[in-house]
């Protein structure tokens, strides 16, 4: 099920809210434990086993690593036994294909594939329960003695499929004690709809722009038809994904948790650096607090971070997606990353703040287009086609007609960019005029979403081929 | 008042949530959209199998959505949005000029194009006892792409034509090339304005250019009492794109002045059609199916004629035939007509058991490469 869907918004929501509420203080997290449960279910009636197995593992290590019975070695196995079993189950059933496609080509072989298809949310998840593992180990976190609230705070609905990651420090004393106040539970609605409208209303529409442009051959796409392809490609990303945080977040009020944001106006970043500090902000923490610094960060020489950059950065890409353009769009992140350390950000410091922009949005464009193909050639046409180098005029009639017809909704999306991330909390908020405006947007966004979710499933039967 | 404010808001949102999931169970549930022209998703009903199988939440969400309320209400507000931001397609329907609308038509695949093509020129080489024409018609925006949406993009349905053309060569195959037959009328009302198929003087346009080419003497206009059957059409492109302030096309029926009685059996409910128009469907969604009473797979039309052009021909046809073949039954005593979609014997053998010598194939573009049933020619 996807939040974006009918079914979530009008039967499995007000179910689950009711339940929730219904519900003595003490059964709250079993509550929401299995309606979790059954939300990951119908999607993943099958593989629902697997997100078990992996809950039921970290929660006994847990349990073990809180035995003073256990010296450090054990300790250490322990931890080491966790990230084998996680990691084991998210390579076996992302990149075992892509491994054994490899190796094929590679000692031209011929093994089967396993042809699975990937878990819903299996690369949000294992992460989560890893960082519980290593946060108790650490010593940041306490072990949970309740199986409920642990698996509360594995599968909970919110965050399960598309994250935030939450680590499990942030979640600890929240799953024990928190309460839904009506400011919360407002802003929690509030942020509810903005997610579902940039989902619904700005990712989805300028998708369909993407979608015609990349499925027309690069050859033919004139130098500003290429361009406008792959912004509306970085939009379509964006608000999909940090609507869907968005919502998360939302859904995360309105039943008392207080996620960590993921998104903070990624495209207005001035350098690539600056880039990562506002893009999936919790994969990017994840990756630092438990594989740079773990392996040294900066703290051991130039050498070693350069290594230590380059690695969290591979690993950032194929997290992504199990294909060599995913590895390349990574490494060439931190390639980057690594120019910018070493000199760049000192040379932008200079340059014009436009300057800086530009830099940086170029930059995140082209790194889009590795991101966007997942089979090399393609990436090369269409680059060739953004500089022209396909002996294409600069626009030509499609890229006026792609241009007018999503003139509105690319000014939106731009503003929406800028203004429209992280709502000001409660304080900011006064006047009485503001608070009504805020409701009366909420509502036309609500409704207009609505009418879009219903029109997606629109499917006349036409006796349109005979 | 910032509470106030919350309190409408976090009111107002449950509030809308469980009024519509109540007003959802509270509705009768419909069988049937007319808007969308087909049966809704009944009821899902439980079992593990289809539970482990994901049937159960595949059709649990298609029946929500199926039956939410007011659906029609909110795909209009969809569409009404979508023209407010200056967007001229919807659902892959162009809202043109001069209250045309137009589906799109990209780039085909050629590839297949070329297995289509070769399947009706093979089929004609296996049966060279026999003659046959293969006529290909351009749906509205091969015949208006000045009408089409300011810089709209499309593709030229001509060269698929030609391309066709080029390899249907086989000695007993004539190909008529649509644009040949329509352009001179490109200015009349030959195509509906929110249908996919050619209007009744399109079709007989057609019919005049395959008469001549068969050497019969096809009727004048003047032989004729033409009338306005419907002024409420709003065709299949509407259903789909959903503007708002399309004007309905008329549909207008050519019935000759000296009529002939023709007995029309559809094979494949076993029954006798009353006539070649089914008036019924005037009154539906549907209307189109007006003529011949819509889709059938094998159907066969025997004329009294006193002095026939033909003895037998057959048909192999999408829908644009269901307007055109009216006009033969005044040259041919027995029209024999399969729908390859519907029909899946052998077509060369129906030929051969029915002694035809005669056939047409009648397609129109956007059909002919969007499908691959014309390769059934082989079976």
């Known amino acids: 099920m996807v939040f974006s869907s009918l079914l979530f918004l009008f039967l499995f929501l007000p179910a689950v809210l009711l339940l929730y509420w219904l519900s003595p203080r003490r059964l709250k997290n079993l509550v929401l434990f299995l309606t979790s449960l059954a939300f990951y279910a119908w999607g993943e009636p099958v593989y629902i086993v697997i997100m078990l197995i992996s809950t039921v593992t970290d929660f006994s290590f847990g349990l073990m690593l809180s035995n003073p019975r256990f010296g450090q070695t054990s300790r250490r196995w322990i931890v080491v036994s966790s990230v084998i079993v996680n990691l084991g189950l998210l390579s076996y059933f992302k990149y075992a294909d892509f491994l054994i496609v490899n190796v094929n080509d590679l000692l031209g072989t011929s093994i089967p594939l396993t042809e699975l298809a990937l878990p819903i949310g299996i690369s949000f998840y294992t992460f989560q329960s890893m960082s519980y593992i290593i946060d108790v180990y650490r010593g940041t976190a306490k072990a949970q003695r309740n199986w409920i609230d642990f698996g509360a705070f594995v599968a909970l609905f919110p965050q399960l499929v598309a994250g935030p990651i939450v680590q499990y420090n942030t979640l600890a004393e929240q799953l024990r004690n928190r309460k839904v106040t009506l400011e919360m539970f407002a802003e929690g609605v509030r942020r509810f709809i903005i997610g579902l409208a940039k989902k619904v209303l700005l990712a989805n529409n300028i998708g369909l722009l993407w979608h015609s442009i990349s499925g027309t051959d690069a050859g033919t796409l004139s130098v500003l038809t290429a361009w406008l392809g792959i912004v509306a490609f970085a939009f379509q990303i964006y608000f999909d994904f940090s609507g869907y945080s968005d919502m998360a977040i939302g859904l995360g009020l309105m039943f008392g948790f207080r996620f960590n944001e993921n998104f903070n106006k990624p495209y207005t970043a001035q350098s690539i650096t600056d880039f990562w500090r506002r893009w999936h902000i919790s994969l990017g923490s994840w990756f630092r607090d438990y594989v740079y610094i773990p392996l040294g960060g900066n703290r051991k020489g130039f050498g070693k971070q350069l290594r230590n950059i380059l690695i969290v950065w591979i690993l950032t890409g194929i997290w992504h997606g199990a294909s060599w353009n995913f590895m390349l769009w990574g490494l060439y992140f931190g390639v980057i990353l690594i120019f910018e350390k070493w000199t760049g950000l000192r040379l932008l410091a200079k340059a014009p703040r436009w300057v800086r922009h530009v830099y940086a949005s170029v930059l995140i464009l082209i790194g889009w287009v590795l991101f966007a193909f997942d089979e090399l050639p393609r990436v090369g046409g269409y680059l060739k086609a953004m500089f022209g180098l396909n002996g294409r005029p600069l626009w030509d009639d499609q890229s006026l007609y792609y241009g007018y017809t999503n003139v509105i909704l690319l000014v939106l999306l731009v503003t929406a960019s800028i203004a429209w991330t992280r709502r000001r909390s409660a304080e900011g908020e006064s006047g009485s005029m503001r608070g009504l405006l805020n409701l009366a947007w909420c509502a036309v966004l609500f409704f207009i979403s609505v009418s879009y979710l219903v029109d997606a499933t629109f499917n006349p039967f036409l006796y349109f081929r005979f | ?379």
């Open chain 2, 1 to 379: 008042m910032k509470q106030t404010a919350d309190r409408l808001l976090a009111g107002g949102f449950v509030a809308t949530l469980f009024l519509l999931s109540l007003t959802f169970f509270l509705l009768p549930a419909g069988k049937f959209s007319e808007l969308e022209n087909r049966y809704l998703q009944s009821a899902p009903h439980f079992t593990w199998d289809d539970l482990i199988s994901k049937n159960f939440a595949n059709e649990t969400e298609s029946y929500v959505t199926d039956h939410f309320p007011y659906r029609a209400d909110w795909i209009w507000s969809k569409s009404f949005m979508e023209q407010l931001r200056l967007q001229q397609e919807n659902n892959g329907i162009y809202n043109g000029k001069d209250g045309y609308l137009f589906e799109k038509f990209a780039e085909p695949d050629y590839l297949a194009v070329e297995h289509y093509a070769d399947a009706v020129n093979n089929f004609a080489q296996k049966h060279p006892d026999a003659n046959m024409t293969f006529m290909l018609v351009p749906t509205s925006i091969g015949m208006y792409p000045e009408r089409l949406p300011w810089k709209a993009p499309f593709y030229p349905e001509s060269d698929v034509n030609d391309f066709v053309a080029d390899r249907t060569q086989a000695g007993n195959l004539t190909f008529m090339d649509g644009f040949d037959i329509l352009r001179p009328h490109a200015s009349e009302s030959i195509y509906y304005r929110t249908d996919h198929h050619w209007t009744t003087r399109g079709a007989y346009y057609a019919y005049v250019a395959y008469a001549e080419k068969m050497g019969w003497k096809p009727l004048g206009e003047n032989d004729f009492a033409i009338t306005d059957v419907s002024d409420t059409f709003l065709g299949s492109y509407h259903t789909r794109g959903q503007f708002s302030g399309v004007k309905p096309d008329t549909i207008q029926s050519f019935v000759p002045k000296n009529a002939v009685h023709t007995e029309a059996y559809v094979a494949d409910t076993d029954s006798k059609l009353d006539g070649l128009y089914d008036d019924s469907f005037l009154q539906k969604k549907d209307q189109y199916s007006y003529f011949l009473g819509g889709v059938h797979a094998l159907m066969t039309l025997k004329s009294d004629l006193a002095h026939a052009d033909l003895d037998k021909l057959l048909i192999v046809k999408d829908s644009y035939a269901h307007s055109f073949i009216p006009f033969l039954t005044q040259h041919v005593k027995e029209i024999h007509v399969i729908d390859v979609r519907y029909y899946n014997g052998s077509i060369g053998d129906y030929m051969k058991e029915n002694g035809i010598k005669e056939a047409l194939l009648l397609f129109n573009t956007a059909t002919f490469v969007g499908n691959g049933e014309i390769t059934k020619l082989s079976n």
